[in-house]
């Protein structure tokens, strides 16, 4: 089955927007000799799960540093809710509504939920930390999340790896984000906790926002996802529908067994490119 890309559709848990919230159009990005962005497209949209793939160097971990703002793109188009934004920075990611969860969670072991939650976006009332509205919102938000954490509290340093992820996705929804993107979020998680983060993705499409779910895992990609884009060396490889496809033709995007109409018409560009170069 060719791999194919649809305007519309409806996910596991209702209909979702027509509209990307997040669109990514000829995004490319180099560090010196190695190309590793080549003419990337993506779309994200709202209530929908979208599972970005590819095997290692295929640029997952470029494309999610450009969209955060860490990283410059070198040339390309981003919107959102369609209308053009330059991310010059992660502080300009955030104010235009994309928060990112990287793998390390950035989480101080030795804070509580609480302070881990409002770590430099204190709330204050007259010149001091108001500790009882911080509280109060941090309830607010975890009970939002279903989230079974026992105490807000408690050390972070004393929490599941799913309870603290939890607390990571909860830190980012601070700042009503329109796409969460999710860097490999069950990595070394037990069976357990993985399904805790799982339910915790399935939330966040529930509130309608857009999920961008970064993994290597093919079990929980087709657990959660609406929809599976591949990269493979930097390129776009495939976009597959979840209820339409298998395992089996998203693993052959993965490793360049199949092609399909995207890579083909990626090829076709780069060999036009490179015979326009190849004239005098």
């Given at each position: 089955?060719?791999?194919?890309?649809?305007?519309?559709?409806?996910?596991?848990?209702?209909?979702?927007?027509t509209?990307?919230?997040?669109?990514?159009?000829?995004?490319s990005?180099?560090?010196?000799?190695?190309?590793?962005?080549?003419?990337?497209?993506?779309?994200?949209?709202?209530?929908?799960?979208?599972?970005?793939?590819?095997?290692n160097?295929?640029?997952?971990?470029?494309?999610?540093?450009?969209?955060?703002?860490?990283?410059?793109?070198?040339?390309?188009?981003?919107?959102?809710?369609?209308?053009?934004?330059?991310?010059?920075?992660?502080a300009?990611?955030?104010h235009?509504?994309?928060?990112?969860?990287?793998?390390?969670?950035?989480?101080?072991?030795?804070?509580?939920?609480?302070?881990?939650?409002?770590?430099?976006?204190?709330?204050?009332?007259?010149?001091?930390?108001?500790?009882?509205?911080?509280?109060?919102?941090?309830?607010e938000?975890?009970?939002?999340?279903?989230?079974?954490?026992?105490?807000?509290?408690?050390?972070?340093?004393?929490?599941?790896?799913?309870?603290?992820?939890?607390?990571?996705?909860?830190?980012?929804?601070?700042?009503?984000?329109?796409?969460?993107?999710?860097?490999e979020?069950?990595?070394?998680?037990?069976?357990?906790?993985?399904?805790?983060?799982?339910?915790?993705?399935?939330?966040?499409r529930?509130?309608?926002?857009?999920?961008?779910?970064?993994?290597?895992?093919?079990?929980?990609?087709?657990?959660?996802?609406?929809?599976?884009?591949?990269?493979?060396?930097?390129?776009?490889n495939?976009?597959?529908?979840?209820?339409?496809?298998?395992?089996?033709?998203?693993?052959?995007?993965?490793?360049?067994?199949?092609?399909?109409a995207?890579?083909?018409?990626?090829?076709?560009?780069?060999q036009?490119?490179?015979?326009?170069?190849?004239q005098?």
């Amino acid at each position: 089955m060719a791999a194919t890309t649809t305007d519309q559709g409806t996910g596991p848990t209702g209909a979702r927007s027509t509209e990307p919230v997040l669109s990514l159009t000829g995004v490319s990005k180099r560090f010196g000799a190695v190309q590793a962005l080549s003419d990337v497209s993506l779309q994200v949209r709202a209530g929908e799960v979208v599972a970005l793939v590819g095997d290692n160097g295929a640029g997952k971990s470029t494309l999610v540093k450009v969209i955060a703002g860490v990283y410059p793109a070198d040339s390309g188009q981003v919107e959102v809710e369609g209308r053009p934004v330059s991310i010059d920075s992660p502080a300009a990611a955030q104010h235009i509504g994309i928060a990112t969860v990287f793998q390390d969670l950035s989480l101080c072991d030795n804070l509580d939920v609480v302070a881990n939650l409002f770590l430099g976006n204190e709330a204050l009332r007259r010149r001091t930390m108001d500790e009882v509205e911080m509280e109060r919102r941090s309830w607010e938000l975890l009970r939002q999340l279903s989230a079974k954490i026992p105490s807000v509290r408690i050390p972070v340093a004393s929490l599941s790896g799913g309870q603290r992820q939890t607390v990571a996705i909860a830190r980012s929804l601070l700042g009503k984000p329109k796409v969460v993107m999710l860097d490999e979020p069950t990595a070394a998680l037990g069976v357990a906790q993985t399904a805790e983060v799982l339910n915790l993705v399935e939330t966040l499409r529930d509130r309608g926002l857009g999920v961008l779910l970064i993994s290597h895992n093919m079990a929980d990609v087709l657990a959660v996802a609406d929809r599976v884009a591949v990269l493979r060396l930097g390129r776009n490889n495939g976009d597959f529908e979840v209820p339409h496809t298998t395992n089996e033709e998203i693993v052959a995007a993965i490793t360049g067994a199949t092609n399909n109409a995207v890579s083909e018409r990626a090829s076709r560009t780069a060999q036009r490119r490179a015979d326009q170069e190849a004239q005098p």
